[in-house]
C-alpha cells in the first residue's frame, strides 16, 4: 500500500524512493522550492514537511550577507550584527576587505582606523573656514 507522494498512484514493481516518510516515484521526488528532480542517493532534506534538493537546503539555511544580500556560502564575516562575505565587509574608502580594526562612521559606513583618519583628514581640508 504504498502510494506515490507526488501523484498519489499505488508504487507496485517500479523503482521508487523513500524519502520524507513517504514512497516515491523515481521521476516524482521534486524539490518543493525549485522543483527539480532529485534522483536516489542525492542529498533530499525534508523540512518542515517539504522535500528541498541539496541546493536549495544551502540556500534556505545560510545566512545572507549584509553587503549584496546573497547567500554566504563557506566564509563568513560577522560585524554589526550582520553577516557578510568576507569581501563584502569592505572598506568604504579604500574597498579593501576590513578588518577587525575598524572605525563605524555615525551614517553607518564602515571604514579601517587608517582609513578613518584619512577621512577626517579630508573633511577637515574640504571645510570653508569661517569668515
Ligand atoms: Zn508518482
Ligand atoms: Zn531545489
Ligand atoms: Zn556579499
Ligand atoms: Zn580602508
Redesign the pocket.
Known sequence: MNECGHCFVKIGEEPAILANGKMWHVNHLL??????R?SDGERCIPQNGII??????I?TTRPICKGCGDFIQTNLCEALNSTWHPTCFQCSVCQKPLDAEFHQMPNKMCVHADCFWELQLRIVVCKDLPK
Open positions: 524539490c518543493d522550492l525549485c522543483n527539480c532529485i528541498l534538493c541539496g541546493d536549495c537546503h540556500k
